[in-house]
Nanobody, 125 residues
């Protein structure tokens, strides 16, 4: 089992940047593919970015391609989400998630077994 703790959320103006971090503890971090999800009020939870256990493969939602970048540091047991050119539509609670490593990079929430508590990101216009 792995425990996940997100940090780095906050209030930012449109066009600004934030970097989210997710620290993992428990089982060996490199056993897991990792994803960043978000959920806005009244909307379903969606995956914005995911990364393979090695960091060699990444996937992004179309809505964030070219603006967000996911990365990981297995030596630090941490996954990051760099968010640039933020828009008010990016406002949501952002969650870090983990799943036992696969041959692909999952994008569906049901494919992830472990979740953090979430961090709020608010983008003002």
């Amino acid at each position: 089992q792995v425990q996940l703790v997100e940090s780095g959320g906050g209030l930012v103006q449109a066009g600004g940047s934030l970097r989210l971090s997710c620290a993992a503890s428990g089982r060996t971090f490199s056993r897991y593919d990792m994803g960043w999800f978000r959920q806005a009020p009244g909307k379903e939870r969606e995956c914005v970015a995911a990364i393979s256990w090695s960091g060699g493969s990444t996937r992004y939602a179309d809505s964030v391609k070219g603006r967000f970048a996911i990365s990981r540091d297995n030596a630090k047991n941490t996954v990051y989400l760099q968010m640039n050119s933020l828009k008010p539509d990016d406002t949501a609670v952002y969650y870090c998630a983990a799943t036992t490593r696969t041959d692909f990079v999952p994008l569906l929430s049901v494919q992830y077994a472990y979740w953090g508590q979430g961090t709020q990101v608010t983008v003002s216009s």
